[in-house]
T-cell receptor, first 111, second 115 residues
Framework: GQQLNQSPQSMFIQEGEDVSMNCTSS?????WLWYKQEPGEGPVLLIA?????ELTSNGRLTAQFGITRKDSFLNISASIPSDVGIYFC???????????FGTGTSLTVIP | NAGVMQNPRHLVRRRGQEARLRCSPM?????VYWYRQLPEEGLKFMVY????????ESGMPKERFSAEFPKEGPSILRIQQVVRGDSAAYFC?????????????FGEGSRLTVL
């Protein structure tokens, strides 16, 4: 199945710093989703995007649906230790109901 | 409103035994997806089902693996004659459908260990 390219693969940052990660696809998507997964748990939906150019916030998290509909970005401002985890992007196309996932970005926040 | 429920959370099997993983989708959701995750890796799609129908099983191994979502009851992922390589976390997710405006919600996963 299709895999989205997600970068960076891992990040080590100081508490208080901002974080940016992105996801790209060779296909156009109609929906972009961003998830966070902590060890031993299932992925938790953070933000859902449905329109090209859309910018949506959830607390300190902001995600954007790229204009080309082939990419999406997630920013975390003023990181805190509990932001630690793996962040996944997912996209859904306009044919079928299949969701495709990125390879994940592992975030470590150093207090 | 209960989320996606998976059980068991942990399952230990010996090689050659069968593993059955169950998933109850969120209320009102008619689409179920199964994903497999190895340690330190991403989510690999296995199968997508609607009630009584398999829509896409392109990610499912051809042998030993099967999935169903009956009219009544949970979705079942069945692995026959398990091997050590089947050890992984298996996640179920459900969606309220509607192409292009759907959301996908995950359960806590079932962690299979094959001895």
């Amino acid at each position: 199945g299709q895999q989205l390219n997600q970068s960076p693969q891992s990040m080590f940052i100081q508490e208080g710093e901002d974080v940016s990660m992105n996801c790209t696809s060779s296909s156009i998507f109609n929906t972009w989703l961003w998830y966070k997964q902590e060890p031993g748990e299932g992925p938790v939906l953070l933000i859902a995007l449905y329109k090209a150019g859309e910018l949506t916030s959830n607390g300190r998290l902001t995600a954007q649906f790229g204009i080309t509909r082939k990419d999406s970005f997630l920013n975390i401002s003023a990181s805190i230790p509990s932001d630690v985890g793996i962040y996944f992007c997912a996209g859904q196309g306009n044919t079928g109901n299949q969701f495709y996932f990125g390879t994940g970005t592992s975030l470590t926040v150093i207090p | 409103n209960a989320g996606v429920m998976q059980n068991p959370r942990h399952l230990v099997r010996r090689r050659g035994q069968e593993a059955r993983l169950r998933c109850s989708p969120m209320k009102g959701h008619s689409h179920v997806y199964w994903y497999r995750q190895l340690p330190e890796e991403g989510l690999k799609f296995m199968v997508y089902l609607q009630k009584e129908n398999i829509i896409d099983e392109s990610g499912m191994p051809k042998e030993r693996f099967s999935a169903e979502f009956p009219k009544e009851g949970p979705s079942i992922l069945r692995i026959q004659q398990v091997v050590r390589g089947d050890s992984a976390a298996y996640f179920c997710a459900s969606s309220p459908s509607v192409i292009g405006s759907g959301e996908l919600f995950f359960g806590e996963g079932s962690r299979l260990t094959v001895l």
